[in-house]
């Protein structure tokens, strides 16, 4: 079991008496690569920005290494920060601005030649030492970036939002790129992002949240396959969130149709939230289901179909390799482990 590296105690975090966080309790794991991931507004980076030291709680403390740091500045911690802006100078080329921080120290110039040359080598941009910054690309400036965080060995590194500038393709690339990175150098990388593609493709760890708390915390598999309420539902992938009635253990009905499920504990005819990703649903021939409509749109994603399929008052959303044309009578196939029941809670 991995030791914890940093644990924030019920932090909270107000503005001008707006509650941007509310008494958050995280732990996050040495070697870790954990994402906070919520829409603009629900703390993700205030969280960041205090356990960088840039801002301070209002309530709680963050420990380090079991130690509290809750009033230590930025430049005392262990943690260095790589924001969506990059924030690099400018007019020093790409050496003296991965070597800035170890000048400041007043370390060796020997020794910061080795260091530049060894993390220009890691984030693949050797040779470029003598390049002007207005020179390189995003992507290369965003490496540059992350070379002069990673060079000062901080225990933890900060990404807020880093590939945010970039292109689609490339930011594809420096995902995987950033998530080789941080398995080579074996240090905690924690990650800010709204995209959850992004959250997904990366994470060990992803902490999910909304107007200033945490919704959920798990594995990339845990959170898409098994959320914890509608919101997380919707935020991380798409789904069909229907309204339903569990009648008894491993037995619910929505859609005014009774289905198999594998769900238990709770009451008999409690209503519920049923949650239904698109790509669980088949699309088979009328006469093969008992949930049955019709097909009211089609669009082509490339390597799926999306349809919609209108169901009395419930609207379908399904993706297949299939296609059904619009006006289509199908049917609805949906295996019993598809169906995933949530209570009915109001989320704040």
Request: aromatic fraction near 6%; proline fraction near 4%.
């Amino acid at each position: 079991m991995a030791q914890n590296i940093i644990h924030l105690v019920n932090v909270s975090k107000n503005y001008n008496g707006t509650e941007a966080l509310r008494n958050i309790n995280l732990y996050i794991r040495k070697n870790e690569f954990l994402t906070l991931l919520g829409p603009s507004g629900c703390g993700k980076t205030t969280t960041l920005r205090i356990i960088g030291g840039f801002e301070a709680p209002d309530g709680g403390e963050v420990l380090f290494n079991g130690v509290n740091i809750t009033s230590v500045p930025p430049y005392k911690r262990r943690v260095n920060t790589v924001f969506q802006k990059y924030a690099l100078f400018p007019h020093l080329n790409v050496f003296e601005n991965i070597a800035f921080g170890l000048k400041i120290k007043k370390m060796d110039k020997k020794l910061i030649a080795e260091k530049v040359h060894n993390i220009l080598g890691l984030v693949n941009l050797s040779g470029f030492e003598q390049r002007e910054i207005d020179s390189l690309s995003g992507g290369q400036q965003q490496r540059v970036a992350i070379a002069r965080a990673l060079v000062n060995e901080p225990e933890v590194l900060l990404l807020d939002e880093p590939l945010g500038a970039l292109d689609l393709k490339l930011r594809q690339e420096m995902q995987i790129e950033l998530k080789n990175m941080q398995q080579r150098l074996g240090i905690t990388f924690v990650y800010v992002t709204h995209d959850q593609e992004e959250a997904l493709s990366m994470s060990d760890t992803i902490v999910v949240m909304k107007e200033g708390s945490i919704q959920q915390i798990g594995s990339p598999i845990d959170i898409y396959n098994e959320p914890k309420n509608s919101f997380v539902a919707d935020f991380i992938g798409e789904s069909n969130i229907v309204s339903g009635i569990m009648l008894r253990d491993y037995l619910v009905k929505f859609a005014e149709t009774t289905f198999e499920c594998v769900d238990h504990g709770f009451k008999e005819n409690e209503p519920v939230d049923v949650v239904i990703r698109p790509e669980d649903i088949q699309v088979v021939p009328a006469a093969e289901s008992k949930l049955q409509g019709e097909v009211s749109a089609v669009t082509f994603k490339g390597v799926h179909y999306e349809m919609i399929v209108q169901n009395n008052s419930t609207r379908w959303k399904i993706q297949s390799t299939a296609m059904a044309p619009v006006g289509a009578k199908v049917g609805l196939q949906i295996l019993p482990e598809a169906i995933h029941i949530m209570k009915k809670v109001t989320v704040k």
